[in-house]
């Protein structure tokens, strides 16, 4: 039985999400799930240095405008250029570290 965040390792050795898409794929709901996964995959950033493994981080971007945010791991409400919220979610992929 793994745990929920050995299921997202697994799902992000195999292809990039959105912490949407994760949230999805594990089946949680409701507002908090967004941020439960954030905190994981900030932990699992972690872990995954002792493993010769990264979290790579395509950033969140601005569908307005384009504006990129920097890679981090969060999902921001508002672009700073054109203040719209149509943001698109930031993807995560972990690789291995060459
Ligand atoms: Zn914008």
Redesign the pocket.
Same mark, same amino acid.
């Given at each position: 039985m793994m745990t929920r965040r050995q299921r997202i390792i697994s799902l992000l050795e195999e292809g990039d999400y959105s912490p949407s898409e994760l949230a999805k794929a594990l089946d949680m709901r409701g507002r908090g799930s967004i941020k439960i996964i954030l905190e994981d995959l900030k932990a699992i950033q972690r872990t995954l240095k002792r493993e010769g493994k990264v979290l790579l981080i395509k950033p969140a971007e !601005?569908r307005?405008?384009g504006?990129v945010f920097k890679p981090e791991i969060k999902v921001p409400s508002k !672009?700073p250029? !054109?203040k719209?919220e149509w943001i698109e979610e930031p993807r995560f992929k972990i690789v291995v570290r060459d």
């Open positions: !601005c307005n405008c504006f !672009c250029r !054109c719209s």
